[in-house]
Nanobody, 123 residues
Framework: VQLQASGGGQVQPGGSLTLSCHAF????????MGWFRQAPGKKRQFVAA????????YYADSVKGRFTISRDIAKNVGYMQMNSLIPEDTAVYYC?????????????????WGQGTLVTVSS
C-alpha cells in the first residue's frame, strides 16, 4: 500500500485546512487509517485515527473538538479537517495505515506511511 498525503499549507491562527491521504495498491476498508504530526525538534505524535470496520474515530486531546478525521472508502481517500488552528499545530503531518487500530493509536509504528505535508499556522 502506498499513501500520498496532500493539503498542507500556511494558514493564519483560527483558520482551517483539510488534509487528504490517497491510498494506492490497497483498500482503506482493509486498514485503520490515522494521522501523525512532527513539529521541529519534537517526536512524531499521534493526532487522529479511524478504524477500518465501524469507522470509530479517536483523537489526541490536543486536537479534540477542532480536528475531524473521515474517509471515503469508495474513493480510497482519508481526510482530516482541521479547524481553529493554532500556532502549536504547526508541524509536518503524516498519514499512516495499519490493519490494527491500536498500532496507530498507541505506537508510531504503523505498517504504511505517506510522505509528510507541512502545515504552518502563523500570522
Amino acid at each position: 500500500v502506498q499513501l500520498q498525503a496532500s493539503g498542507g499549507g500556511q494558514v493564519q491562527p483560527g483558520g482551517s485546512l483539510t488534509l487528504s491521504c490517497h491510498a494506492f495498491g490497497g483498500a482503506f476498508s482493509d486498514f485503520a487509517m490515522g494521522w501523525f504530526r512532527q513539529a521541529p525538534g519534537k517526536k512524531r505524535q499521534f493526532v487522529a485515527a479511524i478504524d477500518r470496520g465501524d469507522g470509530r474515530t479517536y483523537y489526541a486531546d490536543s486536537v479534540k473538538g477542532r480536528f475531524t478525521i473521515s474517509r471515503d472508502i469508495a474513493k480510497n481517500v482519508g481526510y482530516m479537517q482541521m479547524n481553529s488552528l493554532i500556532p502549536e499545530d504547526t508541524a509536518v503531518y503524516y498519514c499512516a495505515a495499519d490493519p490494527t487500530i491500536e498500532v496507530i493509536r498507541t505506537t508510531t509504528r504503523p505498517d504504511y506511511w505517506g510522505q509528510g505535508t507541512l502545515v504552518t499556522v502563523s500570522s
